[in-house]
């Protein structure tokens, strides 16, 4: 089944603790993104990724690091989790850029 | 730069009743325009999304919209909706000279469908 996955679906943590939540595409998508989703602010893009081993900023870069080593995976990486990085992420990919087929989300409290 | 504008953050309605959801874009450069749905704990599922041709666009579960390029609006209808349809929709566009993959988003609207 073709499916974009994300772990873990749920995560709670303490400030400074860093993490890592893993995506992974089965579709041979060269193109991915992180979107973070905001109450009343719909979702941003975090970082985006058009190939392996190369990976950009989107609109809300900052805390937040990725790395593309493999064209399935594209791990995001919070290396000093802050309150203000509590939110729902979500992964997606796509092999043209226009439809994007979504993760089922990560669920993050930073305490 | 682009933005989307959903004008409605919830919509309520009754079972079988008609809804629109209101979606309104800015951009100077022409886009792809989309509607996602997600329901409750899950991720985004695309219902429709407009490249070109038609401006009529039907998609799944018996959703639809019309494109509006000299209102730049992209309002999704459905005729009769069910209790199953209660979600938060998404409006979203993408410019299509992008090599980005970017999607912009509106803020989103809660269509909370009463027996």
């Known amino acids: 089944e073709a499916q974009v996955t994300q772990n873990p679906r749920y995560l709670i943590t303490v400030t400074g603790k860093k993490l890592t939540v893993t995506c992974s595409q089965n579709?041979?998508?060269?193109?991915m993104s992180w979107y973070r989703q905001d109450p009343g602010l719909g979702l941003r893009q975090i970082y985006y990724s058009m190939n392996v081993e190369v990976t950009d900023k989107g609109d809300v870069p900052e805390g937040y690091k990725v790395s593309r080593k493999e064209k399935r995976n594209f791990p995001l990486i919070l290396e000093s989790p802050s309150p203000n990085q509590t939110s729902l992420y979500f992964c997606?990919?796509?092999?043209?850029?226009?439809?994007?087929?979504f993760g089922p989300g990560t669920r993050l409290t930073v305490l | 730069a682009q933005s989307v504008t959903q004008l409605d953050s919830q919509v309520p309605v009754f079972e079988e009743a008609p809804v629109e959801l209101r979606c309104n874009y800015s951009?100077?450069?022409?886009?792809?325009l989309f509607w996602y749905v997600q329901y409750p704990n899950q991720g985004l599922q695309l219902l429709l999304k407009?490249?070109?041709?038609?401006?009529l666009v039907k998609g799944i579960n018996g959703f639809e919209a019309e494109f509006n390029k000299s209102q730049t609006s992209f309002h999704l209808r459905k005729p009769s909706v069910h209790i199953s349809d209660t979600a938060e929709y998404f409006c979203?566009?993408?410019?299509?000279?992008?090599?980005?993959?970017?999607?912009?988003f509106g803020q989103g609207t809660t269509l909370q469908v009463k027996p």
């Open positions: 579709m041979n998508h060269e193109y």
């Open positions: 979203a566009v993408r410019p299509q000279s992008s090599n980005t993959g970017k999607l912009i």
């Open positions: 997606a990919s796509s092999s043209t850029g226009t439809e994007q087929f």
């Open positions: 951009s100077s450069v022409s886009v792809y």
């Open positions: 407009y490249l070109s041709g038609s401006t």
